[in-house]
């Protein structure tokens, strides 16, 4: 009867920890009052965000007055992974399609779909990157601006490693502005140059900036939706990092009551979402001042910001000085993106079970190198935890089978002693002792197995290598739901099995109800649970099934003798 506790806390502390998640997603708070908040929040007009970098944080102002009603051109810049679409006005990204990604799973109806679009203009999915420069004795060109572009559309030449866009701005004082967006192959790095030139008489002093805008995705609508969909369960909003702080995060409901205000130097910042990301990197050795705002809260859908602000520049008559910074927008690719920035890898959101989380998704890395399929290096991982916690484990189950063999005992006693729950008790606790059974052998195991399944969901459900990743047979996408419910059905054969094992003789009446419930329960849930995470559990199952009657035929074989003698 330990082992059937067991069985149930476990299942019930998994769908306590989903629930807990679904009702966050949906009841989690929500900004307070529909006031602007934040540097970024004054003098909005409109999605394109013509916003002033606040004088009182980083001493510089967008010029006031109107944004120019010149509508910008737009080129193209791609490479082999990456395709931007960049607006003249402002040398704004507004839109980033990762030709390695498609949008749905390629099949015979459509077998070329379109790539992802990280960045888009349209109102609905309003997500840009911007730029510029701005100055508080002067004009600049800050993301408003328009500017000239000499070429058109730019992608890689054969045998080349490069291609760039050069966008120029002049006034009539004398200072030019080129903004330069390269890109190498295969990176999903968009490196940013402005340059600046004063051929005027006077000195020019102003910032540099960059930042990233978006509205919230649609929210997912339903119970259901939340509570199985992986998008829905995954960080969406802001993130940022410092050397001195690591890693943090805003979300969107947190924007007008917990305003970003740091000034760093050595860190990025970022608009995360479920599997891809976006993120300005400035220099290292350039101190930043970091700030968050909502703009339009008012508004049905409002446009949240962050943003970067670099040093205070002087450019000197006749002189030239440059500013570089660097933009992320792709995949969330552990292993490959400390390399890239330091702290990187943090946007694949793990929360508290980062600790499990990363060591966990290394070791599934490590065997897809291995074996070539996602789903195979999931079982394969399954069989290594279950060697690692064997032993742990086997105590739990031998525990259980020593416990199945004094079911009878039990029993007489319940019916020896009825209602006097103090002396049936103490009864049970002799019994223990005569036979050299600790009780709470049984429970132990799940303290330590349970953090690792936790962190091992989260693995599963964050990591983009396996979206769309197929496994065989009808399994075309270990991300998305079975679709013939094969792995559901199993899982629940998998339970009746291990409730055949462990008979239910002398279980409280509302515990033999529970056990009778949960394969239901864990039918219905899983049907819209993506494969990965079933194929799991049904592997996880069927080996702590077939190890628990190893051990259950160990024990009885061992007491034979004993009997015998």
């Known amino acids: 009867m330990t082992q059937t506790r ?10 306590a920890y989903l629930l807990w998640m679904a009702w966050e997603k949906d009841y989690g708070p929500h900004p307070a009052s529909p006031s602007a908040s934040g540097p970024a929040a ?29 509508a910008g051109r737009r080129v193209t810049l791609s490479n082999d992974v990456l395709r931007l679409t960049i607006d003249s006005r402002g040398g704004t990204l507004v839109r980033a399609e990762l030709l390695r990604y498609p949008e749905v799973a390629p099949s015979k109806r ?59 701005w002049q006034d009539a004082a004398g200072l030019k502005v080129s903004k330069t967006y390269a890109l190498k192959r295969g990176s999903y790095v968009v490196h940013l140059t402005q340059a600046l030139e004063n051929t005027g008489a006077a000195p020019w002093q102003g910032n540099a900036y960059t930042q990233l805008q978006r509205v919230a995705p649609p929210k997912v609508s339903g119970w259901l939706a939340n509570f199985t969909n992986p998008s829905a369960n995954s960080f969406t909003g802001a993130g940022w990092y410092s050397p001195e702080e690591k890693f943090d995060a805003l979300s969107f409901a947190d924007f007008a009551k917990k305003p970003l205000q740091r000034q760093v130097t050595g860190g990025w910042i970022a608009m995360l979402q479920h599997y891809f990301f976006a993120a300005w990197i400035p220099a290292a050795n350039e101190p930043q001042t970091f700030a968050s705002g909502v703009l339009h809260p008012e508004s049905a859908q409002p446009t949240y910001l962050v943003r970067a602000v670099g040093p205070a520049l002087t450019v000197a008559p006749g002189q030239r000085l440059a500013t570089e910074a660097r933009l992320y927008a792709g ?5 490959q993106l400390d390399a890239i ?36 290096a999931i079982i394969l991982l399954v069989l290594l935890l279950k060697a690692a916690l064997w032993k742990l484990t086997a105590a739990q189950f031998r525990s259980g089978a020593r416990m199945r063999k004094l079911q009878p005992r039990m029993q007489a006693l319940r019916e020896r002693y009825g209602d006097d729950k103090l002396k049936l008790q103490q009864a049970m606790m002799e019994l223990y002792k005569k036979e050299k059974i600790n009780p709470m052998a049984g429970c132990l195991p799940i303290l330590v197995t349970f953090p690792v399944f936790l962190g091992l969901y989260r693995v599963l459900m964050e990591s983009v290598e396996l979206r769309q990743a197929p496994f065989f047979g009808w399994i075309h996408d270990l991300s998305a739901p079975d ?18 094992l462990t008979p239910t003789t002398g279980m409280d009446p509302a515990q033999a ?39 259950t035929r160990q024990v009885e074989r061992a007491e034979q003798p004993a009997r015998a003698a």
């Open 483 to 500: 679709p013939y419910f094969v792995l559901p059905a199993l899982y629940v054969l998998v339970m009746l099995a291990t409730q055949w």
């Open 331 to 335: 995949p969330k690719l552990q292993g």
């Open 513 to 551: 109800k529970m056990m009778k419930v949960m394969p239901i329960l864990f039918a219905v849930m899983f049907a819209f649970f993506p494969s990965g995470l079933v194929l799991y559990w049904v592997v996880n199952g069927a080996t702590s099934l077939a190890q628990q009657w190893f051990i």
């Open 6 to 15: 067991t069985f149930l806390l476990f299942a019930l502390m998994a769908v």
């Open 42 to 70: 004054a003098a909005a007009s409109g999605p394109a965000g013509d916003v002033p970098v606040s004088a009182a944080s980083v001493a510089a102002a967008v010029p006031a007055g109107t944004a120019p009603s010149v």
């Open 341 to 376: 920035a330091p702290g990187l890898e943090l946007t694949t959101n793990y929360g508290w079970l980062t600790a499990i989380a990363q060591p966990l998704h290394w070791l599934l890395s490590k065997l897809h190198a291995l074996c070539g399929n996602w789903g195979v």
């Open 110 to 168: 459509e077998p070329h779909p379109p790539p992802v679009r990280l960045f888009d203009d349209a109102a609905e999915r309003y997500y840009v990157a911007q730029s510029g420069l701005v100055s508080a004795q002067g004009v600049a060109p800050d993301h408003r601006a328009v500017f000239a572009v000499a070429q058109g559309d730019v992608g890689l030449a054969p045998g080349a490693d490069e291609a760039s866009v050069v966008l120029t």
